[in-house]
């Protein structure tokens, strides 16, 4: 049996995305007798993809309640952060004579972005919060919303960059916005769930006390 | 007629691979019984979401196994066939032999 050290990353996924004790001792168990680090990677990604996929059919209100929940936020969000942040940030550059649409070539530009980081955070952990008990499943199920909503757009941009270069500068705003909605709704929604996952859960311990009881 | 579910192919898969290993049944051992007999991988997360469903069907019971060091101090979960579980597998049986038979592209052997 070699040592019992499987890879981090997919470790960490597991534990916050995949809520089943036995399924990682499984995991851990087969990876010591000499599976690779490929095979357990798969097994991660199936056992989130199923995980998410039995959450969502099993509390589908709650899934549309954290589907509201979150557009519900951002929308709020957009109105009192964003939008008269962008209108301020594009009075003062036009003033200077930069062209705010090629935002990327001003380095002192980048930090703008951090709030559109935090507006998506904010709204991640709206959802994360007021989901607590399926709160990956259900910031999961919001993150999938807004990258369905941004997806046409990005594809299209695609499309448009590769016939003409001119259309650049949009393609590259909206896939920064696309990459930062994601890392901040994911980063915002699981905030929490690291330290309520640190102590094992009610239902395990529950499970315990029932096995212990039920040996003596 | 009386409505009555089946066992899907993975379900029944499952079940069987669960009645061959009778006592020592958890997540590790019925995905490697499935794997040697049907010859790909399975996974993990796959035989426990099944395992879950037959659960909830009342077809398989589960408890739960000391936690042990080499799993990451993760206990086992154990998976027992329950009688209505087996009458299930029996009737799924008799239900697909009745299909088996007599399938004009199945006979005279090579499709």
Known sequence: MRSVRPPSGATWLLHKFGRNEALSGD???????????????????????????????????????????????????????????????????????VSPVVWWRHYYLYPSWLICCIWSAACGW???????????????????????????????????????????PYFLTCFVEFIFATVGILLGGLWDGAREQATPSNKSLFFRRVKKTSLS | MAKRDYLGSFELIVMLALMRLRGDAYGVPISREIEERIGREVALASVYATLERLESKGLVSAELGEPTPERGGRAKRYFHVTAKGLREVRQTRQALIKLWNRVPQLEGGAA
């Open chain 1, 27 to 97: 995991l851990l168990e087969e990876y010591s007798l000499g599976r690779s680090d490929a095979w357990y990677w798969r097994q991660v990604l199936v056992a989130i993809v199923v995980g998410f996929g039995k959450e969502v059919r099993t509390h589908k209100l709650l899934a549309l309640r954290a589907i509201a929940v979150g557009w519900a936020a951002n929308y709020i969000i957009l109105h009192v952060v964003w939008v008269p942040w962008w209108r301020f940030l594009h009075r003062i550059l036009l003033e200077h004579g």
């Open chain 1, 126 to 168: 709206i959802v994360g919060r007021s989901h607590r008990e399926h709160r990956a499943a259900m910031v999961l199920v919001y993150l999938l919303t807004v990258q369905l909503w941004l997806l046409p757009e990005l594809l299209r941009l695609t499309v448009d960059v590769l016939e003409n270069q001119r259309f650049l």
